[in-house]
């Protein structure tokens, strides 16, 4: 089924199988992940899964201040750094629903991310040899403080990244010091085409990252519609942020995706549950062509009585005649 519904990029965009299809694969690409973690996860040692500190995976940061409307930054500042680093040709950043996936299984806490204890063991999971994590915290209404560190596997040595500290507005200039601090103390040599990719600022508009950090909280917790909608408006608020676009297109494909399954596993639980001998398999063809074309037959009288059909639709046909009398 992965490699039929893979070939949605060969389908026109005006074509309505497209989206379905798509919706199909990211929808079990996201369950075979989900399957591949949860069995690495359940062996004891873990087997098979070599680190390489070309690998690094960034968690989602840790917030340490009591309002509740600056909470989603912990997600949308985890993936900018996420995407800023996958500018960068010699290492490859963990995918966020991997990442996502292996929180849930594992019911990490904050402080397990680079824990020099629990690390050894989420390395693995990931293939990653350098975990990422940080903190922030909002101070009063306009200032904005950033913590982080980064753990090499290779060496269990824990690493602080500088700290970042200005006022709210400027929350993407610190986030960019932020990854050229995490570069540098990585000792990766940026190319300029990489520098300039790092560089890149997808919005000025506080709000709209707020409602796109809270767009990917949803998306997280598999709440696709809900997330689509935080999607929508942070492009709204910033009709430049191509980024919470893309995102709200595949939520919605993804929204999609996760209602048409769940009814054909629900049709499916339902068929399998009757008595093969009882179904009208009449009725169940009548069906799929009334969804699949969209209209409206109706199945009739089964016993039918071929002698009062004509081909002209009404009469009785008269009775046959009688043989020819035997010759004396």
Do not use: C, H
């Amino acid at each position: 089924a992965l490699r039929l519904y893979e070939k949605f990029v060969d389908v026109p965009r005006s074509s309505p199988y497209r989206r379905m299809m798509e919706g199909r694969y990211e929808w079990l690409s996201r369950r075979i992940l989900r399957d591949q973690v949860e069995r690495i996860a359940s062996q004891e040692p873990i087997g098979g899964v070599e680190t390489s500190p070309q690998v690094v995976a960034v968690f989602p940061f840790s917030y340490q201040g009591t309002d509740d409307r600056y909470i989603p930054l912990a997600r949308g500042l985890a993936e900018m750094v996420s995407v800023d680093l996958a500018n960068i040709e010699e290492i490859r950043v963990v995918e966020r629903i991997r990442l996502q996936v292996l929180l849930d299984e594992l019911e990490l806490s904050q402080s397990d991310y680079v824990d020099p204890s629990t690390a050894p063991r989420v390395g693995q999971l990931l293939g990653a040899g350098r975990l990422v994590s940080g903190s922030y915290n909002v101070i009063g209404k306009e200032n904005l403080r950033m913590d982080g560190a980064f753990l090499e596997l290779e060496t269990s040595s824990v690493e602080a990244v500088n700290s970042q500290s200005d006022a709210l507005r400027n929350l993407f200039l610190m986030q960019k010091a932020f990854v050229f601090s995490l570069v540098d103390q990585m000792g990766l040599i940026l190319t300029p085409e990489e520098r300039e990719g790092i560089e890149f600022i997808p919005t000025q508009n506080i709000q709209a990252f707020l409602a796109y950090s809270r767009g990917l909280r949803e998306e997280d917790a598999g709440a696709y519609g809900m997330a689509a909608g935080f999607y929508r408006r942070a492009s709204r608020l910033d009709p430049d942020f191509t980024i919470a676009k893309e995102a709200a297109e595949r939520a919605e494909t993804m929204d999609a995706a996760d209602m048409d399954i769940s009814e054909l596993v629900a049709q499916s639980s339902d068929i399998e549950s009757m008595n093969v001998l009882d179904v009208d398999l009449m009725g169940l063809r009548i069906g799929i062509m009334n969804n699949e074309l969209g209209s409206g037959i109706i199945p009739g009288d089964e016993s039918r009585e071929p002698a009062t059909e004509t081909s002209g639709g009404g009469g009785i046909l008269p009775d046959p005649p009688r043989p020819p009398s035997s010759p004396n």
